[in-house]
């Protein structure tokens, strides 16, 4: 039971264009909501959190949206570049001591 | 200067062998954890140790057995290793339990042939 769904296994984007990821979660106890980026052959990196009583988290072009009502969160990513290509992982996770529970990521692609 | 280190990277075996995975944060974070990648590309948490105790241990096989000796270290000895076991594992490390983000090494791939 995938309680943390990326529906699209991979993006391609333009450099310099937004890249928009997406993911939507089934178990309304999350409350915090993490992305990660992962290179290969290297372990998933933190890159920005949102938690529930926040709709929007930024830190520079990396930007977080949280619609609790719809149990979506989207990554957007502007402008793009090309060391963005990586994997990314959406992560939810609850109340008390509850793990992490990830995405299978979204492949994007930022082509020069 | 590695903040999670684990060792070794690749690790090729054959079925019914045993073999460890060792891991080591310098972080000072009180939470260690074991997760593995398969090959849908899920990462599922195995296990959890918070302070040298077992916090979270989902259903995995009693094959797979943790062990902590210290909070910074946290390894992972298998037994008997079947070809489902062939994933990449990956250990993390995290100041708290809970609302944590995690710090991850960078995987061992764990072939079984």
């Known amino acids: 039971d995938q309680q943390v769904k990326q529906n699209s296994p991979s993006l391609s984007v333009q450099e310099g264009r937004i890249s928009i990821l997406n993911c939507d979660y089934t178990?309304?106890?999350?409350?915090?909501f993490l992305w990660y980026k992962k290179y290969p052959a290297e372990g998933p990196t933190f890159l920005i959190s949102?938690?529930?009583?926040?709709d929007k988290n930024e830190d520079g072009r990396f930007t977080v949206f949280l619609n609790k009502s719809a149990k979506h969160l989207s990554l957007h990513i502007v402008p793009s570049q090309p060391g963005d290509s990586a994997v990314y992982f959406c992560?939810?996770?609850?109340?008390?001591?509850?793990?992490?529970?990830f995405g299978k990521g979204t492949r994007l692609s930022v082509i020069a | 200067d590695t903040a999670v280190s684990q060792t070794p990277k690749y690790l090729v075996t054959q079925m019914g062998n045993d073999k460890s995975i060792k891991c080591e944060q310098n972080?000072?974070?009180?939470?260690m954890y074991w997760y593995k990648q398969d090959s849908k590309k899920f990462l599922k948490i195995m296990f959890s140790?918070?302070?040298?105790?077992?916090?979270i241990n989902e259903t995995v096989p009693n094959r797979f057995s943790p062990k902590s000796p210290d909070k910074a270290h946290l390894n992972l000895h298998i037994n008997s290793l079947e070809l489902g076991d062939s994933a990449v594992y990956f250990c993390?490390?995290?100041?708290?339990?809970?609302?944590?983000?995690?710090?991850f090494g960078s995987g061992t791939q764990l072939s079984v042939l």
């Open positions: 993390a490390s995290s100041q708290g339990a809970g609302y944590e983000k995690l710090f």
């Open positions: 178990n309304s106890m999350f409350d915090y």
């Open positions: 949102i938690s529930s009583i926040k």
């Open positions: 992560a939810a996770s609850g109340a008390g001591n509850t793990p992490l529970v």
């Open positions: 972080l000072g974070h009180d939470t």
């Open positions: 140790y918070n302070n040298k105790e077992l916090i």
